[in-house]
């Protein structure tokens, strides 16, 4: 069984995939024994980190942040995310499963805000982000793309009674664009990435990312 390794699971809005994973986490507990895999999220997995996703997901009036500022703060939420919870979790041999990573801010804030122009300087920040300096930079080892129409994912969220983020509630012009974001990085990634059909109903997700995951880390049964 593999261990000191990153697994990240990302996708559309209305994927279902931060369902899955609680799933896999605890199936994983099970398996390898509490303490040995960890749950966290990008953003938002550290004190500082809930502070930024507040800032991030509260669609405020009172308060712009502009585009620039926005890919920053998702970038200094991964800084700090990385040193003080990744970092450590795989240095003591941990499988970490992370809900959201680097590829999510390139699907929105690069695809979905039409900012291609900002991909060079992102990639720059990004690697700092992820420890470059301080470490050796940090790279999911497994990206579990949970993959939804975005229409169908759209409706998913939006039937949902526990409130829209600011991003939920974007035009559908920008999850379009989103969408087409986690396509483009799949198949530029196609070692690393693996799709998960995520129409179907969450039993049959389950299976399959089970399926994917097991094999990946060596388990048995």
Avoid at 39 to 53: D, E
Avoid at 104 to 116: D, L, P, V
Wanted: charged share 25%; glycine share 10%; with cysteine.
């Amino acid at each position: 069984m593999k261990k000191g390794v990153l697994l990240v699971a990302d996708g559309n809005e209305g994927a279902g995939k931060t369902t899955i994973l609680n799933w896999l986490y605890e199936t994983l507990k099970q398996q390898m024994g509490d303490g040995m895999v960890i749950l966290t999220r990008q953003p938002g997995g550290t004190p500082l980190g809930a502070k930024i996703r507040s800032l991030l997901m509260t669609a405020d009036p009172t308060m712009e942040i502009s585009e620039v500022a926005e890919l920053l703060l998702f970038c200094a939420d991964r800084a700090n995310h990385c040193d003080t919870v990744i970092r450590p979790a795989l240095e003591a041999g941990k499988v970490v499963l992370c809900d959201r990573f680097d590829s999510s801010t390139i699907a929105h804030q690069i695809f979905g805000r039409m900012r291609h122009e900002y991909l060079d300087a992102f990639k720059m920040i990004n690697a700092f982000a992820r420890g470059a300096g301080s470490g050796g930079e940090i790279m999911p080892d497994m990206t579990l793309f949970f993959d939804v129409e975005f229409e169908r994912g759209l409706d998913r969220v939006r039937a949902r009674n526990d409130g829209l983020t600011k991003f939920d509630a974007e035009e559908h012009a920008f999850h379009r664009r989103v969408y087409e974001g986690f396509q483009s990085q799949l198949a530029a990634n196609a070692t690393t990435w693996t799709r998960i059909d995520a129409n179907p109903a969450s039993e049959v997700v389950k299976t399959q990312a089970w399926a994917v995951v097991s094999e990946f880390l060596g388990i048995q049964g």
